[in-house]
Structure formats: structure tokens, C-alpha cells
């Protein structure tokens, strides 16, 4: 009779797990996720954004990826993810609705040991498709240059191309590395280092280059003397829901922008 009452105790309590559990499934299921992936460059600005959104409303969990703007275009493509996220202008075939987040300078940057404060636009190309190769062309040291450039389908390697390189190849032998972050952490240990990150991951671990005599800052993005710029988009396969919608106008709202001018990003109706 013991053994019997036991038995049907472990059963009683494991139904009662089992609900409590289930009951718990369901009150998480009631958070509203957004899926966003893509561009590294992008990614540390939408995901600030989405710390302040969630804190605003508690229903949603706003998940964020990265992977490269190629790779988000995909996803995009697929609706594998709700937003995707890219540094680069959409190509041919990429049928996707473009929704400019704001604007952001390519920042070349060295080592704040660096003598050197300003190139020209063909030096950069010069360096970058290993025509110079030395410091001491530049009018520095004699010691070779590491410079370090992104991974093919990187919006900002696309954008650089673009905007810098204008169809030289980058050199193969020039170290590449898969995230902003990445070359960042290289140029700031690196005396003889340079490479090429968005401008507002710009700090003082970091110099950023003056390029045919105009500084990467807000106020010469603004007015398009600084030449090396792209914008920052979120994308959508079609119309995005109503949850999705929420997001995207947060991203666009006064306070959104404002967020990112503090980030040293152009909002995207300045």
C-alpha cells in the first residue's frame, strides 16, 4: 500500500512539474522576437538600440547577428530573419526594401604612434593594392606596412572598394581580418599597422587619417567633403508586421537618431 501512495505521489508531482514547466513555456512564448542579422559594422548600433527598445517594451526580445552584410542580404532573402543588416548599397538580383538606418564615414586609421596624420586617396589605393608596401615611402620608418583590410561580402570592404579602391584589386597579401572590432584591435597594438573601420568606433586607442585634406567628423560627412561614406541600411523581404514595423520606427524616431549622433553616426534625416 506504501509502495502504491509513493508511486502515485511521484506521478502527482511530475504532472505538476510537467504544467509548471509547460506554463512557463507559454508566458516566454508570449515575448514578441525580432531576428536581425548581418553587417558587423551595423551590428553594435542596432544592438544598443535594441537594449533601449527592450527596456521600453518588455514584450519583445530583439536578437542580434552577425555574419557580414552579404550574409544578412541572404538571410534576408531567405526570411530566415526579420531585419537584415548591411553596410553596402544593395546589388542587382538583391530585391529587398532598404530602410536607411543613417550615414557613416570609413575611417583610416594607424597607430596613434604614427607620425603620419594625412594620405591621399591614392596612397591609400597604393597601399591597399601593395604598389607601397613601405613607411619609408611615406616618409616614416623603413619597415614594412601591415596593412589589414576585411573579408569578402563585408559591407565595409564593399564600400571600400567602392569608394576607395574604384576597381584595383586589394592585394592578396594583406592581412584580413572578419569584423571592424578585429582591425581595430590589431591598428591599437600595432605601430606599423593601418586599416580601414567605421568611423564611430573611432577612440583614442586609435588615429584616424585626414584623406586629401579633409578629416573623417560629423560636420564633413555632413556636408560630403569627406568623401569615403556609406550608409548604414535594415532591410525587409517586403512589408515588415506590425511588431517589426515598432522596431524599425524606434530606429527612426528622435530618440533613436539621437543615440546614434551620440555614437558619432549621421541620423538619416540630417
Known amino acids: 500500500m506504501a509502495k502504491k501512495i509513493g508511486i502515485f505521489l511521484l506521478i502527482c508531482s511530475m504532472i505538476f512539474v510537467y504544467s509548471c514547466t509547460n506554463k512557463g513555456k507559454k508566458q516566454s512564448g508570449k515575448k514578441q522576437i525580432i531576428s536581425i542579422a548581418g553587417s558587423t559594422s551595423v551590428m553594435p548600433f542596432i544592438e544598443k538600440l535594441a537594449e533601449y527598445f527592450m527596456i521600453q517594451n518588455p514584450k519583445f526580445i530583439v536578437d542580434v547577428q552577425g555574419g557580414g552584410s552579404t550574409a544578412g542580404i541572404q538571410a534576408c532573402l531567405n526570411n530566415t530573419v526579420d531585419l537584415g543588416m548591411s553596410s553596402r548599397k544593395l546589388k542587382e538580383g538583391e530585391r529587398l526594401n532598404e530602410i536607411i538606418v543613417c550615414y557613416d564615414g570609413i575611417s583610416i586609421v594607424v597607430h596613434p604612434d604614427n607620425p603620419i596624420n594625412e594620405l591621399s586617396l591614392e596612397q591609400v589605393r597604393a597601399i591597399f593594392s601593395g604598389k607601397i608596401k613601405n613607411w619609408k615611402e611615406l616618409g616614416w620608418n623603413d619597415r614594412r606596412i601591415d596593412a ?5 561580402g563585408s559591407g565595409t570592404r564593399g564600400s571600400f572598394e567602392d569608394l576607395v579602391m574604384k576597381g584595383v584589386e586589394i592585394d592578396d597579401s594583406i592581412m584580413v581580418q572578419d569584423s571592424n572590432g578585429s582591425v581595430k584591435e590589431i591598428v591599437a597594438t600595432d605601430p606599423y599597422a593601418i586599416g580601414y573601420i567605421s568611423l564611430g568606433l573611432v577612440d ?11 578629416a573623417p567628423t560629423v560636420s564633413s560627412i555632413k556636408t560630403g567633403s569627406y568623401k569615403i561614406m556609406r550608409p548604414f541600411l535594415l532591410l525587409s523581404n517586403g512589408d515588415p508586421d506590425d511588431n517589426v514595423r515598432e ?3 524606434f530606429v527612426l ?3 533613436g ?8 553616426l549621421i541620423g538619416s534625416y540630417e
Open 148 to 152: 589589414i583590410t576585411r573579408e569578402e
Open 204 to 214: 583614442k586607442r586609435v588615429k584616424a587619417l585626414t584623406i586629401d585634406g579633409v
Open 253 to 255: 524616431s528622435k530618440q
Open 247 to 249: 522596431f524599425i520606427e
Open 257 to 264: 537618431q539621437e543615440l546614434l549622433r551620440k555614437e558619432g
